[in-house]
């Protein structure tokens, strides 16, 4: 059977116990692969053994803590250690086909060094979300052997820049495991026993879910909220999520975060901030809700929380752009904002769906049905061995 080296950024650990898209699909994925044996490169973690096998796949986890890691960060250029330290397990391991994800660089990096091995850059956002030190040098076509983005969205704006150099270019989406979240609409005694934890009860509640950042809109859900409130008093919002990833730092205090308190200290309506709620825990999260509102202001590549809060039966309210209207069908599974700034317009939806239980109900079911058959882990990793069939055929 050959074996795939799935290559994490540096940043964070896998299982993603700090958080991370990429991370959470790398683990995913190296469970469900059935014709290819998976080899896990990452990052170390203190709760995580530095080799393991976890879910039958093989991981080895690469120690950048300390002035280690200052230095990386800093002087990634002079000192790349991460990337050395990859390429030594490469060797040692001896791969058919390597699999980097979000990192151009390194994937650069491991294409020089292996030349005859065959390479796949794989991004799950666009160029300009990489870090200054993460990007390449405006105008460098890197050789690849194939290139996957996790939306076609992604794939037409990074096809002519950072997948220019791969003959072979695919989508493959994020996946939800939909069977771990629970139907907001079928599951009442988990429902009653998750908003208890938060002393909710049947109140209409609105939650959001990513990081407590200006560029996921949390303000202008904020903002929304204060004309919900003028209708729908009762109603709650609740904020899950913390400002960053990482080993303690998910609620650094940002000043986004120290104004967002303020703005919630004088809301005539209840907010609960959750803070940051690891992966495994948030199918959990998403029964504290009637309605999922995620207005980011940026072009994401995609954005797994729309597939989960999917998953958990929940009706879908986001803005139209980037890879969000790949995965949410407007008037089918939720609504699409026409203008992602518009707190008028976003209040209006959440009122629409709040006062409409048949609605509500109709957009969560087939909300979860539409991922359960487009999304499951199960399809993307088959999806994901048809590609890496097709590079190493090249």
């Keep these: 059977m050959p074996i795939v080296a799935l290559i994490g950024p540096e940043l964070y650990p896998i299982p993603p116990i700090r958080g991370g898209a990429a991370?959470?699909?790398?683990?995913?994925?190296?469970?469900?692969?059935k014709?290819?044996?998976?080899?896990?490169?990452?990052?170390?973690?203190?709760?995580?053994?530095?080799?393991?096998?976890?879910?039958?796949?093989?991981?080895?986890?690469?120690?950048?803590?300390?002035?280690?890691r200052w230095l990386y960060r800093r002087y990634r250029r002079y000192f790349p250690l991460y990337d050395q330290a990859v390429a030594q397990l490469i060797a040692q391991v001896q791969p058919d086909l390597i699999h980097v994800h979000n990192r151009p660089l390194l994937a650069q990096y491991l294409k020089a060094n292996f030349g005859a091995l065959p390479v796949i850059l794989h991004m799950h956002n666009l160029n300009e979300s990489l870090g200054k030190r993460e990007k390449p040098r405006a105008g460098l076509t890197i050789p690849l052997d194939g290139f996957i983005t996790c939306s076609r969205f992604v794939l037409e704006r990074e096809s002519s820049r950072l997948g220019a150099g791969a003959p072979l270019r695919r989508v493959v989406y994020n996946g939800v495991e939909v069977e771990a979240f629970s139907s907001r609409w079928q599951d009442d005694a988990e429902v009653s026993r998750v908003r208890e934890s938060y002393h909710l009860a049947d109140q209409p509640t609105v939650v959001f879910a990513g990081k407590l950042r200006e560029s996921k809109g949390v303000h202008v859900l904020l903002a929304a909220m204060e004309r919900v409130w003028q209708s729908l008093p009762l109603t709650v919002l609740v904020l899950v999520g913390g400002t960053e990833f990482g080993r303690g730092r998910t609620m650094r205090e940002t000043p986004f975060l120290k104004e967002l308190r303020q703005q919630i200290a004088r809301a005539r309506g209840r907010v609960v901030l959750t803070g940051f709620i690891p992966p495994v825990e948030m199918p959990g999260a998403y029964l504290l809700g009637d309605v999922f509102v995620g207005p980011s202001q940026i072009e994401e590549g995609l954005g797994l929380v729309f597939l989960e809060a999917a998953a958990a039966g929940l009706p879908v309210i986001a803005t139209r752009m980037g890879g969000i209207p790949e995965v949410v069908r407007d008037g089918e599974t939720g609504l699409l904002l026409q203008r992602k700034d518009d707190a008028a317009e976003l209040a209006a939806k959440i009122l629409v769906l709040l006062r409409d239980q048949q609605l509500r109900k109709r957009l969560g079911q087939e909300g979860r049905e539409w991922v359960r058959n487009n999304f499951s882990w199960e399809r993307i990793a088959a999806d994901l061995e048809q590609v890496y069939d097709e590079v190493r055929a090249l």
């Design 35 to 68: 014709n290819w044996r998976p080899v896990v490169i990452g990052v170390s973690d203190p709760e995580l053994p530095d080799r393991e096998v976890h879910h039958g796949a093989e991981y080895f986890r690469i120690p950048l803590q300390g002035w280690r």
């Design 23 to 33: 991370e959470l699909f790398i683990e995913k994925v190296a469970a469900r692969l």
